[in-house]
């Protein structure tokens, strides 16, 4: 059974950095996509960034584009979610997420997700 679990979040003044990491177990091959999505009070899920297991290629939403990089640790089934200049707009629960592809995982369809871990952003 495929597990995630999140790890990294917490406070950080605006402008500042962060770096989440999910610990993936139990992953099939019927998941091409593991990313993250994110939910902040009030709002809906948005999908974050996303990588594909078959290629390497990457995919953000136009919200992270330039100032979040996801990358993975195959060997260590670890994937990053490494955030710069962080926003007063980027507080949330931050999830790392599987899917049968990026194209599903970026608008909101998820197969596994874990438990999520806070970001606040405040000065």
């Known amino acids: 059974q495929a597990q995630l679990a999140e790890s990294g979040g917490g406070l950080v003044q605006p402008g500042g950095s962060l770096r989440l990491s999910c610990a993936a177990s139990?992953?099939?091959?019927?998941?091409?996509?593991i990313g993250w999505f994110r939910q902040a009070p009030g709002k809906e899920r948005e999908g974050v960034t996303c990588?594909?297991?078959?290629?390497?290629?990457?995919y953000y939403a136009d919200s992270v584009k330039g100032r979040f990089t996801i990358s993975r640790d195959k060997a260590k089934n670890l994937v990053y979610l490494q955030m710069n200049s962080l926003k007063p707009e980027d507080p949330a629960v931050y999830y790392c997420?599987?899917?049968?592809?990026?194209?599903?995982?970026?608008?909101?369809?998820?197969?596994?997700w874990g438990q999520g871990t806070l970001v606040t952003v405040s000065s």
């Open positions: 997420a599987t899917a049968v592809s990026c194209h599903r995982l970026l608008r909101g369809s998820f197969e596994v």
């Open positions: 139990g992953l099939t091959s019927d998941y091409d996509a």
């Open positions: 990588i594909r297991d078959s290629s390497g290629n990457t």
